[in-house]
């Protein structure tokens, strides 16, 4: 197994008493059962550095002493230079500069902050020097273009605003260098050494595939003290994904101390229970009503019973809900708004994203028709009876195959408050107009979920998407 070349720092160090410390790392879900890593994340806080481990290895050696004398630690030289893509946000279209100093076989890739791969590319033996690359995507979002080699590994995110057609990477140009640009490497098994003294605090994030899916093991953090084995464990079953905690998440938790449970669905991690906060992360507090306003933050309780709090949440309304942050349409939205840290109040194409992932999934369907998936959705409670077919109030008692819990809240609407019991009415932060904004709804005498535009002053339930996560 070869040892690992940190692409974030190259440095210099003299050692006494030299000693390696070899960490290998294996996974397990949540029923015990072994998982294959795709990679590693490790953290040394107390030296200021991580680096990642990426499958087939499963080891981590470090090189250990007393007195470790740091002579050189620079953070942007390296023997593989990935440049940040031009433009960046970019609208379809962008370029992005890769340094090399040997040719050689390089891989390159495409991945969403799910991990899901878009685009892959593959040069057989590409030659020493700078080397322009072109990437097009059709999709708006945020993704990381990751490069490897035999001189390491390289990464970088790009913001994507628009729609080029295509996914693709396509190599324009190469750019000659002088042969003294780069320091001569004697062997491309040198290994670019990161400091390390026995006791430093690390902390160690394990990353699996799981039904396609790229997921977060449960973070571990210790003193690094001798050479071990690693268990990094995930709170996920390896055979199920969809209806399942999230994955290192089962709950979360807001600023007055409500806790949530989540569920996964698709590549996203959402909350399982309606927002009751009455503060912003930030600690400020969110207004209760009955008055209604466009600008001012409110919050109520549904049907205007607090006691209702505990189970629906509060409804609130579209300022409440964004905390001064600005409309988007993009995936993920960047709007923490009235979430808690790390979470984010979803896009119109977010709920999009969620919709079409159970539609396209037969167990979440009733009948012939892949919109009828408002039943998997809602819960099996509090709901008024209907008797259409595959309509949410029809025989509720098989709701919520997929977990998701959906409780018909209500709404407010010019101080009155409406349809608690029968509808369950969500924001999205992704304004329609000055005066509406995008929202989602079921209904208990609709299988299918709606696509509505409620005024800013209208009081709605709000559900969070857990923010993507960074590797």
Not at 30 to 38: M, R, T, V
Request: proline share 4%; hydrophobic share 35%.
């Amino acid at each position: 197994m070869r040892k690992l070349l940190s692409f974030l720092f190259v440095m210099s160090f003299i050692t006494v008493q030299a000693q390696t410390v070899t960490l290998k790392f294996s996974a397990y879900d949540i029923d015990s059962l072994y998982l294959p890593l795709h990679h590693v994340v490790a953290i040394n806080w107390t030296q200021d550095w991580r680096t990642t481990v990426y499958w087939p290895d499963t080891e981590l050696v470090m090189q250990a002493g007393t007195g470790i004398e740091n002579i050189m630690l620079d953070n942007n030289h390296s023997l593989m230079q990935l440049s940040q893509n031009n433009p960046n946000p970019f609208y379809g279209t962008t370029t992005v500069n890769l340094s090399v100093t040997e040719s050689g076989k390089l891989a390159m890739e495409i991945s969403d902050i799910n991990g899901r791969v878009l685009k892959k590319f593959q040069e057989a033996s590409l030659q020493r020097g700078t080397h322009q690359f072109r990437i097009t995507l059709s999709t708006a979002g945020v993704y990381f273009l990751t490069v490897r080699g035999k001189e390491g590994v390289s990464s970088v995110k790009m913001v994507n605003m628009g729609n080029g057609g295509k996914n693709a990477i396509e190599h324009c140009n190469v750019f000659e260098v002088a042969e003294t640009q780069y320091e001569p490497k004697s062997s491309p098994k040198d290994t670019i050494t990161l400091p390390f003294v026995i006791g430093d605090q690390m902390s160690f994030i394990g990353y699996a595939e799981i039904n396609g899916i790229l997921m977060q093991g449960v973070q571990i953090n210790q003193s690094i003290t001798t050479s071990q084995l690693l268990f990094m464990p995930f709170l996920i079953s390896k055979y199920a994904t969809d209806g399942q905690p999230c994955p290192g998440m089962m709950t979360c938790t807001d600023y007055d101390d409500n806790v949530y449970n989540t569920v996964w669905i698709g590549t996203q991690c959402w909350m399982k229970e309606n927002l009751r906060t009455t503060h912003y992360a930030d600690g400020s507090v969110i207004p209760a009503g009955p008055s209604t306003s466009t600008i001012t933050a409110c919050r109520y309780a549904p049907n205007g019973n607090e006691d209702n709090v505990s189970t629906y949440g509060y409804l609130y309304n579209w300022p409440a809900v964004m905390h001064g942050g600005g409309s988007s349409s993009v995936n993920p939205s960047g709007v923490q708004g009235i979430c808690p840290d790390g979470w984010h109040v979803p896009s119109n194409i977010e709920w999009t994203a969620m919709t079409n992932h159970v539609e396209s999934r037969s167990q979440y369907v009733c009948g012939d028709d892949s919109c009828y998936i408002a039943k998997a959705l809602a819960d099996t409670m509090g709901w008024n009876m209907d008797d259409g077919i595959c309509c949410v109030g029809n025989n509720p008692s098989i709701n919520n195959s997929l977990g998701f819990s959906a409780l018909p809240a209500g709404y407010y609407f010019q101080s009155v408050y409406h349809d608690f019991g029968k509808f369950a009415d969500f924001w999205t932060a992704t304004e329609h107009s000055d005066y509406n904004a995008e929202g989602r709804y079921i209904g208990y005498n609709n299988p299918a979920v709606g696509v509505n535009d409620s005024f800013k002053e209208d009081g709605c339930s709000v559900r969070c998407v857990r923010d993507p996560i960074a590797y």
